[in-house]
């Protein structure tokens, strides 16, 4: 069972990347089939299920696209 929710501001993420890097579960990816409002792919979670709502990922986002929800 999840313990945390993510979500994404998709439109404001320039698919950098380090929200991948720093997610312990590898729960996150880049979505390669969408283009966001700026031109890039953004990251999108994968495997919410198994989301620990450790906050790493939003941590980690230079651009603060991220929130993340714990149960």
Same mark, same amino acid.
């Given at each position: 069972? !999840? &313990?945390? #929710? =993510?979500?994404?501001? $998709?439109?404001?993420?320039?698919?950098?990347?380090?929200? @991948? $890097? !720093?997610? +312990? =579960?590898? @729960?996150?990816?880049?979505? &390669?089939? &969408?283009?966001?409002?700026?031109?890039?792919? +953004?990251?999108? @979670?994968?495997?919410? $299920?198994?989301?620990?709502?450790? !906050?790493?990922? !939003?941590?980690?986002? +230079?651009?603060?696209? @991220?929130? =993340? $929800? #714990?149960?």
């Amino acid at each position: 069972m !999840a &313990k945390g #929710r =993510v979500s994404f501001n $998709e439109d404001r993420c320039k698919g950098c990347g380090l929200c @991948i $890097e !720093a997610c +312990p =579960v590898n @729960i996150l990816a880049i979505d &390669k089939d &969408k283009i966001n409002n700026k031109g890039y792919n +953004p990251a999108v @979670i994968v495997e919410e $299920e198994k989301c620990i709502g450790c !906050a790493s990922c !939003a941590t980690m986002c +230079p651009d603060v696209v @991220i929130t =993340v $929800e #714990r149960d």
